[in-house]
């Protein structure tokens, strides 16, 4: 894959010879570093940034991404990280591994995952999508679909949450792991309180989630988790929601310091 980025886009980037290349999360660092290499004899001192989107030595572990593959991204990322001109990164946490891993010029600053924020429309949006009324209680999970998310569990507490909807935004839309959800609450009994429905256009997504009653952010305990502050977390405060976060310390600090929700240990769905 890595030959593949390289190959795609290095001619592309000098091409258009740039001010500054931002590279987007750890696949993209080679491409970067080698394409700012290129400009350089030529006159062009070209700087480049690593966004870096997450803790990749700490990534979880699931179908394709094995520990070889993680291994090799990890050891991309040892080798061109330290050559950027900045780093940034989501929390203050994961900054503070990057410091001590690369030990880069200039410490790791810090952009969070948050909007843009826009004014939000309090009709229709998720609750309409799964056809549900003013009076049902709505929880929400927005994002990726993986087993290391832990929206298994929040499909388990429902059984001890009578009456309580959770509507699924699952992105990618077509992911194999949210029809497996679906069946899980099927076996448990809740299947016709558990909707799957598809992802707006990002400018659209606040809005969106803003007519359910509570955001979740279940993520099991990984050690790029543990450093997170995702999207979604950002996305329902936006939206207005209280939140409900597993105990991966970074977002539960937030939470617990701001007062915006509560807080569950991770895969237990009853304390969730």
Same mark, same amino acid.
């Given at each position: 894959?890595? #030959?593949?980025?390289?190959?795609?886009?290095?001619?592309?980037?000098?091409?258009? +010879?740039?001010?500054?290349?931002?590279?987007?999360?750890?696949?993209?660092?080679?491409?970067?570093?080698?394409?700012?290499?290129?400009?350089?004899?030529?006159?062009?001192?070209?700087?480049?940034?690593?966004?870096?989107?997450?803790?990749?030595?700490?990534?979880?572990?699931?179908?394709?991404?094995?520990?070889?593959?993680?291994?090799?991204?990890?050891?991309?990322?040892?080798?061109?990280?330290? +050559?950027? !001109?900045? #780093?940034?990164?989501?929390?203050? %946490?994961?900054?503070?591994?990057? @410091?001590?891993?690369? /030990?880069?010029?200039?410490?790791? %600053?810090?952009?969070?995952?948050?909007?843009?924020? +826009?004014?939000?429309?309090?009709?229709? =949006?998720?609750?309409?999508?799964?056809?549900?009324?003013?009076?049902?209680?709505?929880?929400?999970?927005? =994002?990726?679909?993986?087993? %290391? @998310? =832990?929206?298994? #569990?929040?499909?388990?507490?429902?059984? !001890?949450?009578?009456?309580?909807?959770?509507? #699924?935004?699952?992105?990618?839309?077509?992911?194999?792991? =949210?029809? @497996?959800?679906?069946?899980?609450?099927?076996?448990?009994?809740?299947?016709?309180?558990?909707?799957?429905?598809?992802?707006?256009?990002?400018?659209?997504?606040?809005?969106?989630?803003?007519?359910?009653?509570?955001?979740?952010?279940?993520?099991? /305990?990984?050690?790029?988790?543990?450093?997170?502050?995702?999207?979604?977390?950002?996305?329902?405060? !936006?939206?207005?929601?209280?939140?409900?976060?597993?105990?991966?310390?970074?977002?539960?600090?937030?939470?617990? /310091?701001?007062?915006?929700?509560?807080? !569950?240990?991770?895969?237990?769905?009853?304390?969730?």
């Amino acid at each position: 894959a890595v #030959i593949d980025y390289e190959n795609a886009f290095i001619d592309e980037i000098v091409a258009l +010879r740039p001010d500054a290349i931002h590279a987007h999360d750890v696949e993209m660092v080679g491409v970067a570093d080698k394409a700012a290499s290129i400009l350089g004899p030529n006159g062009r001192a070209v700087p480049w940034i690593y966004d870096a989107h997450e803790f990749v030595a700490g990534l979880s572990l699931y179908g394709r991404r094995t520990a070889v593959v993680r291994a090799a991204w990890t050891d991309l990322e040892a080798t061109y990280a330290s +050559r950027a !001109h900045r #780093i940034i990164t989501v929390s203050s %946490a994961l900054a503070a591994e990057l @410091r001590r891993r690369y /030990r880069p010029a200039r410490p790791p %600053a810090v952009v969070l995952n948050a909007p843009w924020l +826009r004014p939000v429309e309090q009709v229709g =949006g998720v609750r309409s999508a799964v056809g549900l009324a003013a009076s049902e209680q709505l929880i929400v999970y927005s =994002g990726g679909l993986t087993p %290391a @998310r =832990g929206v298994q #569990i929040v499909v388990e507490a429902l059984q !001890h949450l009578p009456d309580v909807h959770l509507a #699924i935004v699952g992105v990618p839309p077509g992911s194999a792991y =949210g029809p @497996r959800l679906l069946a899980s609450a099927d076996e448990l009994g809740v299947a016709e309180r558990v909707h799957l429905t598809t992802p707006v256009q990002p400018s659209d997504v606040v809005s969106h989630l803003a007519t359910a009653d509570i955001g979740v952010v279940p993520f099991l /305990r990984f050690p790029n988790h543990d450093v997170a502050l995702p999207n979604k977390l950002f996305e329902y405060l !936006h939206a207005g929601l209280p939140v409900v976060v597993s105990d991966c310390p970074e977002q539960a600090q937030l939470v617990t /310091r701001t007062g915006v929700g509560e807080v !569950h240990q991770a895969g237990d769905a009853r304390d969730l």
